[in-house]
T-cell receptor, first 115, second 112 residues
Framework: AQTVTQSQPEMSVQEAETVTLSCTYD???????LFWYKQPPSRQMILVIR??????QNATENRFSVNFQKAAKSFSLKISDSQLGDAAMYFC????????????FGKGTHLIIQP | NAGVTQTPKFQVLKTGQSMTLQCAQD?????MYWYRQDPGMGLRLIYY???????DKGEVPNGYNVSRLNKREFSLRLESAAPSQTSVYFC???????????FGQGTRLTVV
C-alpha cells in the first residue's frame, strides 16, 4: 500500500513571499500520478497541480510549481508571490496508474498568509 | 455546470439512527468515490465504484454501505450511526484512473 507523508502540519508566510510545502510518499510502483489539492475554509477541494511520474519536467501552474524528485520520492509544492487567497489546507495525494481505487492523501498542511 | 453534487450539506444524527448520503455527478465519469475527512487525518477512502455496477471497499469501510444506482449516482448509507462516524464526507468522481478527481462540497455529519 502506498503512503503519503506531509511533515509540516502548519506553515506561515508573509504576503508576496515564497513558501514550499513538503510531501514524501512511499510506493513500489514506477508509474503513478501525484497531485496537490487546496482546501479553503469553504471546504471545497480544488486541484492545484498534477505531476505524471514518467515526466521528468516539473509541473507549473502560474504561481504554483512542484519539485518532483522521483528517486527520493519527494513532491514539494512551491507557491510564489503568496496571496491572502492562498490561505488554506493543502493536501498532497498519490494515485496509482494501475486500478481505480482512488487517491491516497497526506494529512495536510495548514498554510497561513501573514498580511 | 454542477459537477459533483452532495446532499445534505449538514446533518445531525442520534446514535443508532440511519441515513443515506446522496451524490450525483453530471460529467459522465465512470469512477466514483466516498471519502471521510477527520481533523489531522487527511481524506480516507471509504468505498469506491470503478464503473456502474461495481463497488469495492476502501481503507475504512466498516459501518458503511454503498449503492451505485446508475452511472450518475453513488450513495453512502450509515445503517446504525455511531459517534465515531462524526466526520466530513466527500463524494468524488473521475473519468479514468489517470485523471484527477472532482469533489463535491462535502457533508458535515455529527452523531450525538
Amino acid at each position: 500500500a502506498q503512503t503519503v507523508t506531509q511533515s509540516q502540519p502548519e506553515m506561515s508566510v508573509q504576503e508576496a513571499e515564497t513558501v514550499t510545502l513538503s510531501c514524501t510518499y512511499d510506493t513500489s510502483e514506477s508509474d503513478y500520478y501525484l497531485f496537490w489539492y487546496k482546501q479553503p475554509p469553504s471546504r471545497q477541494m480544488i486541484l492545484v497541480i498534477r505531476q505524471e511520474a514518467y515526466k521528468q519536467q516539473n509541473a507549473t501552474e502560474n504561481r504554483f510549481s512542484v519539485n518532483f524528485q522521483k528517486a527520493a520520492k519527494s513532491f514539494s509544492l512551491k507557491i510564489s508571490d503568496s496571496q491572502l487567497g492562498d490561505a488554506a489546507m493543502y493536501f498532497c495525494a498519490y494515485r496509482s496508474r494501475v486500478g481505480a481505487d482512488g487517491l491516497t492523501f497526506g494529512k495536510g498542511t495548514h498554510l497561513i498568509i501573514q498580511p | 455546470n454542477a459537477g459533483v453534487t452532495q446532499t445534505p450539506k449538514f446533518q445531525v444524527l442520534k446514535t443508532g439512527q440511519s441515513m443515506t448520503l446522496q451524490c450525483a455527478q453530471d460529467m459522465n465519469h465512470n469512477s466514483m468515490y466516498w471519502y471521510r475527512q477527520d481533523p489531522g487525518m487527511g481524506l480516507r477512502l471509504i468505498y469506491y465504484s470503478a464503473s456502474e455496477g461495481t463497488t469495492d471497499k476502501g481503507e475504512v469501510p466498516n459501518g458503511y454501505n454503498v449503492s451505485r444506482l446508475n452511472k450518475r449516482e453513488f450513495s453512502l448509507r450509515l445503517e446504525s450511526a455511531a459517534p465515531s462516524q462524526t466526520s466530513v464526507y466527500f463524494c468524488a468522481s473521475s473519468e479514468q484512473w489517470n485523471t484527477e478527481a472532482f469533489f463535491g462540497q462535502g457533508t458535515r455529519l455529527t452523531v450525538v
